[in-house]
């Protein structure tokens, strides 16, 4: 099966995609940095580094399966969704790009990746009817990644957009869900001693409601809604593109390195990361979680 990849970022949904036997064409991402990241890990697939809503569809490859994963910030409840923020509304019109290429290639199937909150968008009814009216029928999943193997919480949408009858709704088998402990190597990284001179009191009080909780060693977050510690013997909380989890062992801590959070979201231990620590968890953050892309493709296969 022939496949393109929009809004292909660090290349989690290609990785996956290729796990099922796919075949990686085309990619294409706005952002240099990770288009170079791409394509040092798929070096057979085409490239291209465009704002997708100026791209020129009839250059790209013929295929079977279109993958897309349009910007989220606009819809994430992370960064907040106020109408009339200019930033927020031109992340959100990247979705019409997927409109634009289903309507010029009119591949099979289409799957769309990204928050639960995408569906709550004022023009979703809109962007919804656009690609029923190319023939595509539209079941929205709601997936955890923790249900397929992978070390983390993380709630994606995944819409399957076929053109069938009738909408199709996927049947998949939960996996046995993984421990954060499967990750954290606590012989690396750069630890240093929690009472250190300038250290938050949020995050002091973090730890200690931690350390109540789950002895000494586990994981606490720098932000978000984790007021206290997290066990190990369970999957990590959602990989964002900042660093946001610390592990505690004993009275040092450090956050997760860039190599963790690499596992965290399933991708191989071989893919290449950007050096620059920052840049390699931003795009990790972004990611789609490859186990999750393969299972939701194979079923696709299945069901077809």
């Not at 569906?119 to 923790?146: F, N, Q, T, V």
Request: aromatic share 6%; hydrophobic share 40%; charged share 20%.
């Amino acid at each position: 099966m022939r496949a393109i990849d929009l809004f292909a970022g660090a290349g989690g949904f290609s990785v996956g995609a290729e796990m099922a036997d796919c075949n990686i064409v085309w990619a294409a991402n706005h952002w240099l940095e990770a288009v170079e990241v791409h394509s040092k890990n798929h070096p057979t697939s085409k490239h291209a580094c465009q704002d997708l809503q100026q791209a020129r569809w009839e250059d790209v490859p013929a295929h079977d399966l279109l993958l897309a994963s349009p910007c989220c910030q606009g819809h994430s409840k992370a960064r907040g969704r106020a109408n009339g923020n200019p930033q927020h509304d031109a992340s959100r019109s990247t979705a019409w790009a997927v409109v634009a290429a289903a309507e010029h290639h009119r591949p099979a199937a289409a799957i769309i990746e990204n928050v639960p909150e995408f569906i709550r968008w004022s023009l979703y009814p809109a962007w919804r009817m656009a690609m029923e009216s190319l023939g595509y029928c539209l079941a929205p999943h709601i997936i955890d990644a923790a249900d397929h193997g992978v070390p983390q919480h993380r709630e994606r949408l995944f819409i399957i957009a076929t053109r069938s009858q009738h909408p199709l709704m996927l049947n998949f088998e939960h996996q046995e869900r993984v421990p954060a402990s499967k990750i954290i190597n606590f012989g690396g990284g750069n630890w240093t001693p929690i009472n250190r001179s300038g250290r938050s009191q949020n995050t002091l009080r973090r730890i200690a409601a931690g350390r109540t909780a789950h002895g000494n060693r586990f994981l606490t977050a720098y932000y978000g809604n984790e007021r206290g510690g997290r066990s190990l013997d369970r999957p990590i909380g959602t990989i964002t593109t900042r660093d946001r989890w610390a592990v505690i062992d004993g009275d040092h801590m450090r956050m997760l390195t860039a190599n963790e959070c690499r596992a965290a979201m399933g991708f191989p231990e071989n893919y290449q990361l950007p050096r620059q620590h920052r840049l390699a968890v931003h795009m990790l953050g972004n990611a789609v979680c490859p186990p999750v892309a393969r299972d939701v493709i194979n079923a696709l296969k299945e069901a077809a």
